[in-house]
Every structure is written in structure tokens, then in C-alpha cells.
């Protein structure tokens, strides 16, 4: 089996209106094996993701996709299904697959959904290997594959201002799609666009998001107007901060003056 290319498609699309990874492959030997005539082979496969006994597929109740298995299908719908699995089994679960033939012998597009593009593209490559070594009856290290993508997941996370507002989207079922390597994030899409990144919006003024950027200042603003605010200080070298912390004598938080995730 070759991977030929992957593609995402960043927004709603004919395949589901959250973004898809698409992952074209060629079969090449495999292209008219069936699952059915591969000795053991279910046992195996599903001795490694014991989550597969939970997927549905076309039957439409949990164990279908195992009959499939029993009664044979083919290799490209049953990567699709192992990379469902396996993004379950790395804390970033997607539950739209599919795999349609890509137009020439052997070659197929396998879609998924994805949360995590890089981490899908991982878990879509490990759904191969995984597949050809069950497939001959190798070995396979699933947990050393699921450890390199949760700590891709990791790397991605959002802090927690951005998080909150993913978090309100999909309970509202706003579409959203990350834009950068950062957090700035699209909330809809075309003219009723809204761009966020942590806690700025497109319509945020700049004076009040270069006030909000300065705690000293946004403090003492707060503290003229009569609101409640933490005792604390501005210090600019490691003893400054030590010699604080015993004059204060209790539990503090240290964050940057300027800045955000601090």
C-alpha cells in the first residue's frame, strides 16, 4: 500500500459540514483482498482496538462494523475505521468516516474529520501500518504511535479563554476552524465571519486590547473605578520577586505585565 497525498478541507463541505482530512491511497496488492479471507485476521485487529466492537457502520448498531469484518470488506473502509478508533484512543474522537473509490484501479479516498490535523495525519498514516502488520502478521507498538499524537495534541492545545469560546461554539453548533499555529480561530463562515484569538475579537478597539495587555495598568484603572483588585507589585529581577513572596507570606500567582497565557 502507498499513501499518495492528503488533502484538508478547511470549512463545510460535500462530506460534512466540519473540516475533513482526505487521505488518498493506492492498494495496490491489497486492492481485492477482503478481511474475509485473511485467516485470524479479525481476531488480531481487534486484540489491538477493542473499541472496534462499538462501531456501527452501515448495519447501524454497535458490533456492525465487526460483521462487516466476519463477512469481508475491503481495506480502504477498514482504515477508515481504524483511524476513527485510534482517535479515540488519543483524546481527540471524531465519528464521521468514509471511503469512496478515487477513479482509478485500487486508488480510494479515505475521509475523516478531524480536531487535530496534524494529529489525524499521524493516526491515518499509523492506520495503514497498522493494517498491512495485522494483515501479515507482525507486531505492532500502537501505544508508541498514540503517545507521539497526544503529544501533538498537547503542543496544540488552546489556553483556556480559547477553549471556553470553542467549547460555547460547538455546544451552539457554531462551525469553527483554527487558522494558525497559535489561537486565533474563524467562528462561522463568508460575511458573518467572526475572528477571535484568546480573548480579542475582530471587533475588539486596539486602546482597550493594549490596556487589557498591560495587568499593571489594567489594575490601577480597575482600582480608580472603585472595583475590587488583588494586593500586588511589579518586580523586575529574581530577588525582588523572592524578597515579595516572604513579605507577603502566603500563596501568589506570578503572571507577565504584558501579554497574555501567563
Known sequence: MR???????????????????????DLEENAEVSSGTLPGFKDRLV??????KEHRCSPGYPGGFIERLERGTYFAHM????????????GI????????????PGVYDVIVRFRSEAGMKLLLETAVELIDACAKELPFNIDER???VKEIVTDEKFGPSTQAIVDAAEKRNIPWRRLNDQSLIALGYG???????????????HIG?????????????????????????????????????HRVRGKVTVKPIDGNHG
Not at 499513501?3 to 491511497?25: C, D, E, Q, S, W
Open 93 to 104: 474522537e471524531v465519528g464521521f468516516g468514509k471511503s469512496i473509490y478515487a477513479g482509478k
Open 209 to 245: 486590547v493594549e490596556i487589557a495587555q498591560d495587568k499593571n495598568l489594567s489594575k490601577t484603572l480597575f482600582e480608580n473605578a472603585g472595583l475590587p483588585v488583588p494586593s500586588g507589585t511589579v518586580v523586575t529581577t529574581e530577588d525582588d520577586a523572592v524578597e515579595y513572596f
Open 146 to 148: 498514540l503517545s507521539a
Open 3 to 25: 499513501i499518495l497525498k492528503f488533502k484538508t478541507l478547511n470549512g463545510a463541505n460535500i462530506y460534512h459540514r466540519r473540516p475533513v482530512m482526505i487521505m488518498t491511497i
Open 191 to 205: 460575511s458573518g465571519r467572526k475572528l477571535v484569538q484568546a480573548t480579542i475579537t475582530g471587533d475588539s478597539r
Open 79 to 90: 482504515i477508515e475505521h481504524i483511524a476513527l478508533s485510534l482517535s479515540t484512543a488519543a
Open 47 to 52: 486484540s489491538w482496538l477493542p473499541e472496534l
